[in-house]
């Protein structure tokens, strides 16, 4: 019993960091405007860049096509959203 109850607990701790928020507290850049060309495939959706916090400062990451996981699939888009006093990241998702 003390085996499993050592390996919850093990398994919420390595867990629990990726809960985490960095809160950022020097706002974004505006985004990059970005043209890209015509998708690789068809059906393919065109998903826009964003800029990353690498820990010092913002860095941007290019946009790119990819394949949706069903038919009707959203892209929602990464952003920055302003939170406790800072900037946190939300990263993009297919909804």
């Known amino acids: 019993m003390k085996k ?3 390996a ?6 390595l867990a629990a960091p990726s809960f985490a928020q960095v809160v950022v507290r020097v706002a974004p850049p505006p985004v990059v405007v970005e043209h890209p060309g015509p998708p690789p ?10 800029h990353r916090w690498d820990g010092n400062r913002y860095v941007w990451v290019p946009g790119r096509y990819m394949a949706p996981p069903h038919p009707r699939a959203e892209w929602v888009p990464a952003h ?3 939170r406790h006093g800072g ?6 998702h297919w909804r």
Do not use: K, P, S
Not at 8 to 13: E, F, H, N, S
Not at 87 to 92: A, D, K, N
């Open 87 to 92: 900037w946190v990241f939300v990263e993009g």
């Open 8 to 13: 919850g607990i093990l398994a919420c701790a």
């Open 80 to 82: 920055w959203a302003e």
């Open 4 to 6: 499993f109850a050592l």
């Open 41 to 50: 495939h068809a059906g393919y959706i065109w998903t826009g860049g964003y």
